[in-house]
């Protein structure tokens, strides 16, 4: 017997319609680059988001064509969220730090038929234009300034449309938005998100044993629109009222801080890198911020030490874990502390939050060990693997990659982990060979090829090493050819050409030869055991 309920689609259109109708007074508040604050409201991102659409669909985008954009956290990014998934377009957000050959080769295989830019990112798409293939570019003019003359700007884009548009019918497992991450080996992947996947997701991430949002929340999310799905904050956001306060280009800890005691911010998101730097300005100026509120920090991307969690809660910012990626929306658990666990000593407390959280409902988790699914005792590890309404199926056009899901259509995450008999996941290790640099991805492999192709160098094995700042940075091991000799600097230059400077290793260290498993590859465990109490200072 079925149900006797209608069917409806889950999209994104309810959305924004609904922000339009019962939050058109909440106000988003965007950081502009002279470090002005300008202020709109749900009303204004309703009308201008809606316009965009009609724009769009003027221009004569399709059903499921790609939109990129290459944009800051700011109020126009946020239209761009809403604006192409309701007419039935497809978000696509571009990362800005990614070198211009890795830029070029997403945007072509995401076949991005338009692109939004911020004039202060301009730079940044001249560096790829010649490999890339939007028919239409639109400026915004972020920073107040004039557009050159021969591009198109975005605000005439949208004054040229009129107030006529109708929401197409959409399917719910159309595609809404999409995202590529190079947390794995080879070419950056896409992950295609659809509109039911992003409504399901948006409805769990605001209960309140996973991030909590409500119309009464103050969110300041300081994890980039261009990652992971923007965490599927602007949805969350604009689904409930959320007043937002986006800090544009500046995200550095007295730029979020000024933000959070000025604008009385409830919620805050950001990787790890960004709280350390927030503690320490905030041991550094003590009593310089008055913040009133206690300030809720959903914090994930990299391992949230128990040091961080400590140091934060003595300033009234108390940090939840997230584990997640952008194949899972990115939520995928949170580190509530469960009522049954609420006699635990502090201490103990502690240890729980430390560990990255349970499964959020309806994402369902396994640890694959070398003797098949590990018990749930917090000792035996293995590969996590997971799955739900909001975990990709596939990635976008890789079919080369399809060995990534299980047979029985679960996702490989490529992280070792323990899941304990509470149901908390513990993230031990990582079995894909790549680093994590204060939330940006750099390839150990990609590193290791490029060195050896320098004709001083024999071999080269790169490993991620912890640091004080950016929780791990490349360290390059490198044997040299009998009676050559090559210096850093040489290495580093040699890189330059290929990475973007800030996946150039820090430190290069020269060895006689390097550890190899029993098939003859690089034993990385061994040197990562080897270096890591590596001095960055020194
Ligand atoms: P991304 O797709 O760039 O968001 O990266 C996802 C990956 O980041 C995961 O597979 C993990 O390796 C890592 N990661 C994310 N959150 C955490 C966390 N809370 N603790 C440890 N590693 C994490």
Redesign the pocket.
Known sequence: MRGTMMDFPLTIQPILERAGKLFPAVEIVSRQPDRSLKSTTYGEIYLRSRRLARALELAGMARGDRVATLMWNHSAHLEAYLGVPVSGGVLHSLNLRLHPDELAYIANHARDRYLIVDDVLLPVYESFRANANFERVFVVPFSGGKIPRAHENYEDFLSAADDEFVYPLLEENEAAAMCF?S?TTGKAKGVVYSHRALVLHSLTQSLTDCFGISHNDVLLPASSMF??NGWGLPFTATMVGAKLVLPGPHVDAESLLDLIEGEKVTLACAVPTVWFGVLAALEKYPGRWKIANPVRIIC?????PESLLRGLDRFGFHIT???????TA?LATTGLIKSTLAHCTEDDKYKIRAK?GVPAPFVELRVMGAQGEAPWDGATSGELEVRGPWIAATYFEAPETADRWTADGWFR???VATIDNEGYVK?LD?S?DLI?SG?E?ISSVDLENALMCHPGVREAAVIGVAHPKWQERPLAVIVAKEGVSVQPEELREFLATKFAKWQLPDAFVFATEIPRTSVGKFLKTKLREQYANWNWGR
Do not use: C, F, N, Y
């Not at 994930?300 to 949230?304: C, E, K, N, Q």
């Open positions: 991450t947390g990652h992971a994930g991307g990299s391992a949230v874990h997230l584990w997640g990626m952008t194949e990115p990255q995450t490529g992280d993230i990582r894909k994590k939330g991805w």
